[in-house]
């Protein structure tokens, strides 16, 4: 029994560099896998580096651009484009934002799609592995990713994209992006301390501002859709499940928070269906059509909009 759980040890650890690693194995539990949670509090406790290294405004200047850049390449292609195919891009552009989004260190483009397709399939039952309100806010926000069930790309689901090799490749490999990312912020601020000692950084610092402390919000950001999304907010439209609209969530994760008006019409481009509801994503996703970097992006059936102020209506809401 100690030989297979330390074997069980060791394919966790080997997992972290290839998460396709011992596909024979049986991975099923949905309890809490504290040896996979070991990068993820690695990652918290890295931004304590923060006090050696000080802050500069090049510094947070990084964070911010690289807070704001991964988190568009989450909403706007890891989610709306991947999970819902919501519009179309070249191969060329659908791997760049792969790329950065698997920067992001919220694992590679197949794996967050399909899981996301799978949680649209199952929403707030049992099968939903991310539920707060069937698991709880602190399972929903920071465990359910740790759990052996959770680890593999469900394949069945994404097979579209699944044929592309550098896609499968960013899903096998998945912390490379992540470490190209930390190197590149290494050299960036080493080559500034030598050359530009007047911004007062170094590549330390940019590590610790522009990987550790910008992932981090980004991760927070980004999974508040889990864990505040369907108990938090308002219910426009009568789905299946608990999704709820949140405009303080919509500003800090570029549009998400519409997630009620998501959960009705999931293939739409447009997650703020009305004028009112700002969804930065979205306007960014117009500039890029006109720039022709996307085409053809769902919108938002006339019938579902009218649905919408119907229910405003009669609730005495104002829409």
């Not at 292609?77 to 819902?84: E, K, V």
Request: one cysteine or more.
């Amino acid at each position: 029994m100690n030989s297979i759980s330390k074997r069980s040890r060791w394919r966790n650890i080997i997992r972290w560099a290839d998460s396709w690693a011992a596909p024979e194995e049986e991975l099923t539990s949905t309890r809490f896998n504290l040896l996979r949670l070991l990068p993820f509090i690695l990652l918290h406790l890295g931004c304590l580096l923060v006090l050696l290294t000080g802050v500069s405004s090049t510094a947070l200047i990084t964070c911010l651009m690289l807070y704001w850049l991964r988190l568009f390449a989450i909403t706007a292609f890891y989610h709306r484009y991947f999970s819902h195919r919501a519009y179309k891009t070249s191969r060329g552009w659908q791997f760049i934002f792969a790329l950065l989004g698997n920067m992001a260190a919220q694992r590679g483009p197949l794996w967050w799609a399909a899981h996301h397709r799978s949680h649209h399939l199952y929403a707030d039952t049992e099968q939903d592995l991310h539920s707060p309100v069937r698991r709880g806010f602190w399972w929903s926000h920071a465990g359910w990713f740790t759990c052996d069930a959770s680890f593999r790309t469900q394949f069945q689901r994404i097979k579209d994209f699944a044929r592309y090799p550098e896609l499968r490749w960013l899903d096998r490999y998945d912390t490379a992006a992540p470490v190209l990312l930390l190197i590149v912020l290494y050299l960036s601020g080493a080559l500034l301390e030598r050359y530009q000692p007047q911004l007062h950084t170094n590549g330390l610092q940019l590590v610790v501002w522009g990987f550790f402390i910008s992932t981090v919000l980004l991760f927070h950001s980004t999974v508040t859709i889990n864990s505040l999304g369907h108990i938090w907010g308002k219910q426009r439209f009568a789905t299946r499940d608990e999704s709820r609209n949140n405009a303080l969530l919509a500003l800090l994760t570029l549009g998400e928070g519409w997630h009620n008006n998501h959960h009705r019409f999931p293939v739409s481009a447009r997650q703020g269906f009305y004028w009112w509801e700002l969804d930065i994503t979205w306007l960014l996703l117009k500039l890029m059509s006109f720039a022709g970097i996307i085409h053809d992006l769902n919108p938002v059936p006339e019938k579902i909009l009218q649905e919408g102020r119907n229910n405003a209506l009669s609730t005495g809401k104002k829409e």
